[in-house]
Each structure stands twice: as structure tokens, then as C-alpha cells.
């Protein structure tokens, strides 16, 4: 299968299947997730796996999303490892909150927010 670009999704709505839930820690680092953290199937990243996705403004476990890109994180020292940031339909937020509510994350990298 051919790399996904993650700057197709910007501004669309997608499904998110959720593998890491809110409150839920990770497998390998140990440190819990502030938000529902997922994937957008059938594509594939930089890192050979889906196209990750932050999930925001949903403040309930849930096991898929539907929601709207609106931006990515990309990470500059990662491996083109991008994350879609996908909220509620019709809902925004500004780069300092999405900054303040994936930062139990991305605080172990260096990134852009790209809109």
C-alpha cells in the first residue's frame, strides 16, 4: 500500500478507531492518555503504520470517532510521523490548546501544528 498523505484529510471528516482510550496508559512508555488516541484505518504513515489521530473535545472513552480533521501535527524529528487532530463536527480549537491537550505526548517531540 502507497504512504498516505496526511494533508489529504485536513478539513474532511474521517473514522477514528481508537486503540488507546482516554485514561488508558501505554503499553511500552507507561505514561497515561489525556485523550482518545487512534487511527484512521486502511492508510499507512511514515512509520509503516495507519495514520495516527488525536482525538479532542470528546471527554469519554470510546472505541471509533467520527469528527473532523482540523489540523496536523507533524513531527520534525520523528520519522514523518504525522497526527491528524480530529474534533466534533463544527467544532475548532486554536494551536495553543491543541498544544496544551496532546503535550502528555508530543512533549517528546519536536512538531508543527500545520492547518
Request: aromatic share 10%; no cysteine; hydrophobic share 35%.
Amino acid at each position: 500500500m502507497e504512504k498516505t498523505n496526511a494533508k489529504d484529510y485536513l478539513k474532511k471528516d474521517v473514522v477514528v478507531k481508537t486503540d488507546r482510550q482516554l485514561g488508558t496508559n501505554h503499553p511500552k512508555h507507561g505514561f497515561m492518555y489525556m485523550l482518545n488516541y487512534g487511527y484512521i484505518p486502511n492508510t499507512i504513515s511514515g512509520d509503516g503504520e495507519e495514520l495516527d489521530a488525536y482525538i479532542v473535545g470528546v471527554y469519554e472513552p470510546v472505541e471509533e470517532f467520527e469528527g473532523h480533521v482540523v489540523a496536523i501535527i507533524h513531527r520534525t524529528n520523528d520519522d514523518d510521523d504525522d497526527k491528524l487532530v480530529v474534533a466534533p463536527k463544527g467544532v475548532d480549537y486554536s494551536d495553543d490548546a491543541i498544544r496544551a491537550m496532546t503535550e502528555f505526548q508530543e512533549r517528546f517531540f519536536e512538531s508543527i501544528i500545520i492547518r
